[in-house]
């Protein structure tokens, strides 16, 4: 698979990752054995960038990752975590002995030294521009807890106060056909700084896969049932944001403009793929097929110029009055 730069890590990543969230938790239950198969799938298919955090599952996620590397610890791999929702959440609990603590909790969970990169995990506005905050960070990469550390955001203002610092490596932001603010100055921002892009919630939390109805349910544990209007987090996680129902419909479109030999999916991650300035895609998977099918993406054959215009103006016409403004 292609292997994308993260110029202030000094590493590559397959520019298809694997993201974990539903390893932990709020996707629906993953037996231990299910999520082992998935990495193994996946990393078998081409990926080296594995994305978790220390919170998906309280750790869950972590300690399955330590457990599928520790058989036989592979230097392809990059595995990225985050920090800074085990606290409260709010700007003083941001502290360099409180990222201590969570990083030591981390690097226990993946049996590693030193934690390949860690993510400030959508911390409250006010810790994007907050000196001392980067200033932990910092000592973290001096004592070797970490190598190198990035940001996970709601918003493209967000994005730019972080890209605006000299240590940050990477960028973790939501993009998808569903979600393009970040195309305007996010991403030129980044490359124009060497900093690596991480595009998360590709699919608009299964959206753009095109498997969903008006009538689909999902379980009581799913994110997807219990956030919907943003009631336990930024409700920009849950669909991109976008409402179920005028989701669904807009997916049937998106579906329909997907090239012959690609699943829907597939055609929203080769879009993000082929986006400058974009260094991985993480999309999730729970079964063994999705994470093979995922992978596969990384080989579909550029979007034409036909397609991504109309995938622009379905986003005009459909999404953009629900979520540009937002986020």
């Known amino acids: 698979m292609e292997q994308r730069s993260f110029d202030r890590l ?9 993201g974990t969230w539903q ?15 998935v990495l193994d799938a ?16 309280d ?5 399955l990752i330590g457990a ?25 609990a941001f502290t360099l002995d409180n990222f201590r603590a969570w990083t030591d909790r981390s690097r226990e969970n993946l049996g590693v030294d030193t934690l390949d990169l860690v993510q400030l995990h959508c911390p409250p506005t006010a810790v994007f521009h907050k000196d001392e905050v980067y200033d932990a960070l910092d000592t973290l990469v001096e004592e070797k807890r970490v190598a190198g550390y990035g940001v996970s955001v709601e918003t ?9 610092r000299p240590g940050v490596a990477s960028v973790q932001i939501i993009l998808n056909p569903f979600r393009r603010k970040p195309l305007e100055r996010v991403l030129p921002a980044a490359r124009e700084k060497g900093i690596g892009i991480i595009a998360r919630v590709p699919l608009a939390s299964g959206l753009l896969s095109g498997r969903y109805r008006h009538d689909s349910t999902f ?3 799913d994110h997807r049932t219990y956030n919907r209007n943003g009631e336990s987090f930024d409700v920009g996680e849950t669909f991109s944001g976008v409402d179920f129902h005028s989701g669904v419909e807009a997916a049937e479109a998106f579906a329909a403009l997907a090239p012959e030999g690609a699943t829907p999916a597939q055609a ?5 793929v082929q986006q400058p300035g974009v260094t991985t895609v993480i999309p999730g998977a729970r079964t063994v097929a999705q994470a093979r099918a995922n992978s596969a993406a990384a080989d579909l054959p550029e979007l034409d110029a036909g397609t991504l215009t109309a995938l622009a103006e379905l986003y005009d016409a459909r999404i953009r009055p629900q979520v540009h403004h937002r986020w």
Not at 10 to 18: E, I, M, Q
Not at 23 to 37: K, N
Not at 84 to 89: E, V
Not at 156 to 162: K, Y
């Open 10 to 18: 000094g590493r590559t990543a397959s520019v298809v990752g694997l």
């Open 68 to 92: 599928f590397t520790a058989g036989g610890p592979d230097g392809r791999l990059l595995v990225a975590t985050k920090l800074g929702r085990r606290g409260p959440h709010e700007p003083s």
């Open 59 to 63: 750790g869950r996620s972590e300690r």
């Open 23 to 37: 390893l932990g938790a709020d996707w629906g239950d993953v037996s231990e054995d299910d999520a082992l198969a």
């Open 219 to 221: 379980a009581a544990d």
């Open 156 to 164: 493209c203002d967000e994005a730019l106060a972080a890209i605006a």
């Open 268 to 272: 929203a991650l080769r879009w993000i």
């Open 42 to 57: 996946a990393v078998a298919s081409g990926v080296t960038f594995i994305d978790t955090a220390d919170v998906y599952g």
